[in-house]
């Protein structure tokens, strides 16, 4: 069954470094999204990809935060420099085109010291 | 403003008895439903979900929901629970015209006792 895989599974950075986080999406999808989960809290949207470009973002992907989709099978999540809250999971998802439901990966689990 | 309550954080029940998940939304349009849910250290798979057709829907693993627009709600059941059930489950909105964007409920984690 496909499925939408991402790496690393588990991230340690310093405060001030760049992160990307990686996501191979299901091959025939064409949206695609990142949301995190801080540790106890709810799972929230950052952003929604399609055609190349951000369709939508919420208001917690600042400047800080940008997306990609390099080479037509990845989908990046980049931070420029974290920050100890962003700490979370990261899950990525993507959905085809005649459907609303999001397959979501295993998620990124980014710890920020 | 569009929002989805999760009016349990913690359900414990035994082993054999049944499951009652509730979840209930804003009403200002009519939106798809779903539940997920997340095991420990795993990602996040969908349980079932409704988007317009028959108001009782059927999901994996013995789980069903039924969407009740008097009430705007779509409560989990499960006749009989099993200890492979305890988990976090989330219900999820998505609504008309946000191009399948989810808001998740704040999320009830399902304790299964022998």
């Known amino acids: 069954e496909p499925e939408v895989t991402q790496t690393p599974s588990h991230q340690v950075t310093q405060m001030g470094q760049e992160v990307i986080l990686r996501c191979v999406p299901i091959s025939n999808h064409l949206y695609f999204y990142w949301y995190r989960q801080i540790l106890g809290q709810k799972v929230e949207f950052l952003v929604s990809f399609y055609n190349n470009e951000i369709s939508e973002k919420s208001e917690i992907f600042d400047d800080q935060f940008s997306v990609e989709r390099p080479d037509g099978s990845n989908f990046t999540l980049k931070i420029r420099s974290t920050k100890l809250e962003d700490s979370a999971m990261y899950f990525c998802a993507s959905r085809a085109v005649n459907t609303g439901e999001l397959f979501f990966g295993e998620g990124s689990r980014l710890t920020v010291l | 403003a569009q929002s989805v309550t999760q009016l349990d954080s913690h359900v414990s029940v035994s082993e054999g008895t049944p499951v009652l998940l509730r979840c209930n939304y804003s009403?200002?349009?009519?939106?798809?439903l779903f539940w997920y849910v997340q095991h420990p250290n795993k990602g996040l798979q969908l349980l079932l979900k409704?988007?317009?057709?028959?108001?009782l829907v059927k999901g994996i693993n013995g789980f069903e929901a039924e969407f009740k627009k008097s009430e705007t709600s779509f409560h989990l059941t499960k006749p009989s629970a099993h200890m492979s059930d305890a988990a976090e489950y989330f219900c999820?909105?998505?609504?008309?015209?946000?191009?399948?964007?989810?808001?998740f409920g704040t999320g009830t984690r399902l304790q299964v006792t022998l």
């Open positions: 999820v909105v998505s609504w008309p015209g946000t191009a399948s964007k989810l808001t």
């Open positions: 009403s200002s349009y009519s939106p798809s």
């Open positions: 409704y988007t317009s057709a028959a108001t």
